[in-house]
């Protein structure tokens, strides 16, 4: 069965501080890898995806993930956070097919503070 | 283009009405997908349809919560008699094809669900 594990419930950082926000999962199968983000009372916002080729991945707005497969893990990055990225981020796995379904980690809440 | 429309926004039940949840997937959609999220948790996949098929509801719970997309009109998750543990929020997502996990999907707002 698969799974993800996002190790950091909270992340508090400064304004212009480097962040990390930490995914690792399980799978026995070839997965494809998603970064969700949540503002306050909205909906999921695909971040950035993974499906294959190059193991590094970014968004429009700066933020990074990179693909290790022998360590299991899709760490989110962002060089310098702005007060604008405070915000729920979501880990999510998939293993294509018919069925559809992701699982998603329990979140990561990123707190930037001035 | 309208995004995937999910109604209501917020929905307050007293425990043992229903609930009924509504989504409208992004034109041209046919697959839709329904979500929870409880209090400090993920997303947990409920169930999986396209028009008038249920493909996968093996999120679903055994009883009192069903789903349906017919031909035409919204997706509707229902929920009868409601219990405190219902709370929670639940959000649609759709997609052109059965693949659509390989792009991500397209979430709606949500609807959040109140049992008092």
């Known amino acids: 069965a698969q799974s993800v594990t996002q190790l950091d419930s909270q992340v508090p950082v400064f304004e212009e501080a480097p962040v990390e926000l930490r995914c690792n999962y399980s799978?026995?199968?070839?997965?494809?890898l998603f970064w969700y983000v949540q503002y306050p009372n909205q909906g999921l916002q695909l971040l950035l995806k993974?499906?294959?080729?190059?193991?590094l991945v970014e968004s429009i707005n700066g933020f990074e993930a990179e693909f290790n497969k022998s360590q299991t893990s899709f760490h989110l990055r962002k060089p310098s956070v702005h007060i604008s990225d405070t915000a729920e981020y979501f880990c999510?796995?998939?293993?294509?097919?018919?069925?559809?379904?992701?699982?998603f980690g329990k979140g990561t809440k990123l707190s930037v503070k001035p | 283009n309208a995004g995937v429309m999910q109604n209501p926004r917020h929905l307050v039940r007293r425990r043992g009405q229903e609930a009924r949840l509504r989504c409208s997937p992004m034109?041209?959609?046919?697959?839709v997908y329904w979500y929870r999220q409880l209090p400090e948790e993920g997303l947990k996949f409920m169930v999986y349809?396209?028009?008038?098929?249920?493909?996968?509801e093996s999120g679903m719970p055994k009883e009192r919560f069903s789903a349906e997309f017919p031909k035409e009109g919204p997706s509707i998750l229902r929920i009868q008699q409601v219990v405190r543990g219902d709370s929670a929020a639940y959000f649609c997502?759709?997609?052109?094809?059965?693949?659509?996990?390989?792009?991500?999907?397209?979430f709606g707002s949500g609807t959040r669900l109140t049992v008092v």
């Open positions: 349809l396209q028009k008038e098929n249920i493909i996968d």
């Open positions: 997502a759709s997609s052109t094809s059965g693949t659509g996990i390989n792009y991500g999907y397209t």
């Open positions: 799978s026995s199968v070839s997965v494809y």
């Open positions: 999510a796995v998939g293993t294509g097919g018919s069925q559809g379904n992701l699982i």
């Open positions: 034109k041209g959609h046919s697959h």
């Open positions: 993974y499906l294959s080729g190059s193991t």
